[in-house]
């Protein structure tokens, strides 16, 4: 697919979305229009955002410096599935709400790896650099070995010095949506439902990772580009 189309296909939805369109018809209606293959779509899904939308997430999120000193909730597979997915090259998109999201879909059926452990080491370097007064990393107990893998993190923290906790959980939305004090996760769904909101995941990769594969939309050209 050449860039042009897809670039087209954004704009085109972001036109029906602004007008109130249902987002799921939408989607359907422009992918069918130009023929998008599912990795098309899903990009398009994961990047592309009415004006209203992006708007208020984008004034919910804060820089990584404002977390000092502040409790700090962390939506656990997604920061780790994003930034592991920056270390794999795998297609990451800088959506039209300033959130990093990674287009793989791989959440529910997350299986650890050395990558893993890497990305494990990278999210806790920079929390330091972040200096909350306590972080708490959240997994969704239902995916396989989240139990142990709290367990990891958890030692990591301590290692480190850094106060903090992780939990596999049932539902961590129950806990993210209306945390008393910062969230960090791309997850729109919870992006919305809280009052401050960091881009953990994306502030890892862009100090410590620097991917390639980061395809991001600019919201004043309404153009697709890599960087």
């Known amino acids: 697919m ?3 189309i897809l670039e087209d ?9 602004n007008r109130g369109y249902p987002r799921k018809v939408c989607l359907e209606l422009v992918g069918n229009r130009y023929r998008l293959s599912f990795d098309e779509r899903h990009l398009l899904h994961r990047g592309v955002f009415s004006e209203l939308d992006s708007k208020s997430r984008l004034e919910k999120r804060i820089p990584a410096g404002r977390t000092k000193n ?3 909730a962390i939506d656990g597979y997604n920061v780790l599935i994003t930034v ?5 090259g795998r297609p990451l998109v800088l959506a039209d709400d300033g959130f990093t999201r990674d287009i793989s879909g791989l959440s529910g059926n997350f299986r650890k790896t050395a990558r893993t452990e890497k990305a494990l080491k990278l999210i806790i370097e920079v929390l330091k650099t972040m200096n909350p007064r306590h972080a708490l990393f959240l997994f969704d107990a239902p995916i ?3 139990g142990e893998l709290a367990e990891e993190v958890r030692t990591q923290l301590m290692k480190e010095s850094l106060p903090g906790d992780a939990l596999a959980v049932k539902v961590p939305e129950k ?3 209306g945390f008393p004090g910062i969230v960090a996760t791309s ?3 919870i992006i919305d439902q809280s009052e ?3 881009d953990l995941a994306g502030h890892v990769l862009r100090t410590r990772i620097k991917p390639k594969s980061m395809i991001h939309w600019s919201r004043k050209r309404g153009t697709l580009g890599k960087g």
């Open 2 to 4: 050449k860039p042009s």
């Open 9 to 17: 296909a954004a704009k085109d939805l972001r036109y029906l979305l």
């Open 70 to 72: 502040r409790n700090l």
């Open 84 to 88: 592991e997915a920056g270390l794999c």
């Open 144 to 146: 396989s070995k989240s």
């Open 175 to 177: 806990i993210l949506i």
């Open 187 to 189: 997850d729109t769904a």
């Open 196 to 198: 401050k909101v960091v």
